[in-house]
């Protein structure tokens, strides 16, 4: 049988380690600017919710919105739909229409500013909507407002940071309606 001979690691020297340096460097620089331009690009096409240019557009301006729509929404004269933020439909039913009027009343005419919610801003099932607190011109949140007039419903599958809130004035709206029920039941006349 023939010895076998053992070969020996290979000597590295200081000049190939700085080559294999500097390309595992120009990698992971590469592969870092790739990661936030997709991150960049993916921000400006909206894929985590509102886009980065509609929020600049839109975030803390004040604008008059063209009508008012089903869900409710908010229309304006460039075709952007805005829901509200936290609140689900009509808690009436099929009378849905009904809070228009009261929406029209509250804005008055007037411009809203829309505020976005951190990670909420997405509606689910309705492409190209945005999803906001919107603020009216005397201050007071139309959100907020729905929910303690008993017109809308909370929206417990929307993640927001006042979430809680919004469930408490859903109760309170509820309890609110239950209490003048019974006192009016109380104060009916007997024929």
């Known amino acids: 049988m023939a010895k076998r001979v053992l070969s020996s690691p290979p000597v590295y ?19 870092g600017v790739m990661v ?28 008059v919105p063209a009508s008012v729509g089903r869900g409710p929404v908010l229309q304006f004269d460039d075709g952007t739909q805005v829901r509200l933020l936290g609140v689900a439909g ?7 229409d009904d809070m228009a009027p ?33 603020e009216l011109p005397d201050g007071g949140v139309l959100n907020e407002r729905l929910l303690q007039a008993g017109l809308v419903n909370e929206d417990r599958a929307s993640h927001h940071p006042a979430a809680e809130r919004y469930t408490l004035l859903a109760r309170q709206a509820v309890d609110d309606a239950e209490r003048a029920a019974k006192n009016k039941a109380i104060r009916r006349p007997a024929p």
């Open 13 to 31: 020297t200081l000049a190939a380690w700085r080559r294999r340096r500097r390309w595992h460097v120009s990698l992971a620089l590469l592969f």
């Open 36 to 63: 936030l331009l997709s991150v960049w690009m993916a921000d400006r096409m909206g894929v985590w919710g509102v886009a980065g240019a509609d929020r600049a557009r839109w975030a803390g301006r004040w604008v």
């Open 90 to 96: 009509a808690s009436n039913g099929p009378e849905e």
């Open 102 to 134: 009261q929406i029209r009343a509250w804005l008055g005419g007037g411009a809203v500013r829309l505020h976005f919610a951190p990670g909420a801003t997405r509606v689910q099932g309705m492409p190209g909507v945005l999803a906001a607190y919107v």
